[in-house]
């Protein structure tokens, strides 16, 4: 598979954007019942072709030790949806977001436009690299590109790492501006700042 530029630009972007640190995260794409996916603990921002690991997407081989340990999660998203790239990072708003959110309903016209249903949140007992984020975020992805696991990170999916990057930086956005208002709207003296700067 030669995948490895389009993972080096996708790894740069998300680490660029804030939406991961600099071990974190990882970045899959199909090839008919194969997958490449980062290997586990590398830096998706500095990425070489020893990164990028090659596996079945059904079974285990030799290969799979080295993999993302999230790889239990990207193998049931390729076997329950259509799609052939997947994104996980960990955006910090959206994040923050799903420790009170059961949905997250962006205010913005953009973040409305692309999820005019907002994002899902899931909550599940183990939140990392576990087959039960598999089970839970596969029927949501099928009508959302999307997920955030509570207190974790979010799964996106799409036809290319691409899309899966678009959608993470969209969501992060969103929340970002969600957050914002907020805490605008809890601020005691809003309303006295605001009529003061209407008269400066």
């Known amino acids: 598979m030669n995948v490895l530029r389009e993972f080096q630009k996708t790894g740069a972007d998300l680490f660029t954007a804030g939406l991961n640190n600099s071990h974190s ?7 008919n019942r194969m997958l490449a996916i980062t290997r586990t603990g590398s830096m998706l921002h500095r990425l070489d072709h020893s990164d990028i690991i090659e596996t079945t997407i059904d079974d285990d081989d030799s290969e799979t030790i080295r993999a993302s340990r999230e790889i239990p ?44 249903n907002g994002i899902p949140v899931i909550e599940v007992e183990n939140p990392i690299a576990s087959e039960e984020v598999g089970r839970a975020v596969v029927p949501l992805l099928k009508t959302c590109p999307i997920v955030v696991v509570r207190g974790h990170g979010s799964f996106a999916v799409g036809p290319t790492l691409e899309d899966g ?3 993470t930086t969209s969501l992060e956005h969103s929340a970002r501006i969600l957050c914002l208002h907020l805490c ?9 700042n605001l009529s003061l700067a209407d008269r400066q």
């Open 184 to 192: 605008l709207r809890l601020s005691p003296n809003l309303s006295t």
């Open 165 to 167: 990057l678009h959608w």
């Open 25 to 31: 995260g990882n970045m899959s794409v199909r090839v």
């Open 73 to 116: 999660v990207h193998r049931a998203i390729f076997r329950g949806t259509d799609a052939d790239a997947i994104v996980h990072a960990h955006p910090a708003y959206a994040i923050a977001l799903s420790l009170s959110l059961d949905h997250i309903r962006p205010v913005d016209a953009e973040g409305f436009y692309y999820f005019p």
